[in-house]
């Protein structure tokens, strides 16, 4: 009888709902469970609360007796029943409404519910699986367009009010504007951006390559909205790119917190120890 006394009242709950009983079945096991689960520590709160109106009873008696000798102990007695029955009342209904309420729930909401919603998570994480993949996908068109010189593919996958970042040598600040704006020739020695690595972060889309006639290192973030439409470039040349992943703030203190605990999801890999390095927080 004592381990029915300590037994889990949610894992009883699920192997119940496993068993397809019928609901009335289920719904009286259920408020069964929960009373047999739950007394313990309601009987423990009904202790708490008798003892310290016997505490505070005794001590009122005490220091009475120093003042009067005739004080009404009848009365005394009377006010401390009543201060049990009201305590013992409210323990009482306590436990039987929270069985009755955990019977009702889990007759309406079974806990195989609890399995849709983890299902829902998994579909939620295989969604933004698939949003990376189309972000990498829309990336990898762009350096074919430029490769190709295909305008018409690269201003459908660009958008015209593009923010462009650039990290790196003064002398190396025009290596992809020529061929993401097709304002002005590139050099003659430069090469056209192949990456030799894509790796997608949600919307943010980070690629990777080597000039090697040029010695230029370059890491390209790129971001990508909603639509499938790239709106922002951020280029490093010549520099050693970290890519590390910030928490949700709600408040200055937790930016600071978070700022504290940033965890490196990626780093460069193509560029030599002689760079300098910069973070990418995302």
């Known amino acids: 009888m004592a381990w029915k006394l300590l037994k889990d009242v949610p894992a009883s709950a699920t192997r119940k709902a496993a068993r397809s009983m019928p609901k009335l079945l289920y719904f009286f096991s259920v408020t069964r469970t929960t009373f047999r689960g739950y ?8 202790i708490v609360q008798v003892g310290g109106k016997l505490c505070q009873f005794g001590k009122s008696m005490c220091q009475c007796k120093k003042v009067n000798d005739n004080i009404d102990k ?4 009377r006010q401390l029943k009543q201060k049990v029955f009201v305590a013992t009342v409210r323990c009482t209904a306590s436990l039987i409404f929270a069985s009755i309420g955990a019977g009702i729930g889990a007759s309406l909401f079974r806990p195989s519910t609890g399995q849709w919603i983890e299902l829902a998570n998994l579909e939620s ?6 949003l990376e993949e189309r972000n990498k996908r829309v990336v990898r068109d762009l350096y074919k367009a430029l490769a190709s010189k295909d305008t018409q593919t690269l201003y459908g996958l660009v958008a015209q009010d593009l923010e462009w970042w650039f990290h790196g040598p003064p002398c190396h600040r025009h290596h992809l504007v020529p061929w993401l704006t097709g304002s002005s020739s590139p050099p003659s020695s430069s090469k056209e951006p192949i990456p030799d690595l894509i790796v997608g972060f949600g919307s943010v889309v980070v690629a990777e390559g080597y000039d090697e006639a040029n010695l230029v290192w370059w890491v390209h973030a790129w971001s990508v909205n909603e639509d499938g439409v790239i709106t922002q470039v951020r280029e490093y040349v010549n520099t050693a790119l970290t890519v590390t992943q910030l928490g949700v703030a ?21 560029s030599d120890e002689s760079v300098p390095g910069l973070i990418l927080a995302i």
Not at 125 to 130: I, T, V, Y
């Open 39 to 46: 007394i313990l520590g309601v009987t423990a709160s009904w």
């Open 125 to 130: 994480k295989a969604c933004l699986g698939q």
């Open 250 to 270: 709600t408040s200055s203190l937790q930016t600071m917190q978070n700022a504290s605990k940033c965890q490196s999801i990626w780093k460069s890999t193509l």
């Open 74 to 77: 009848s009365e005394k007695i």
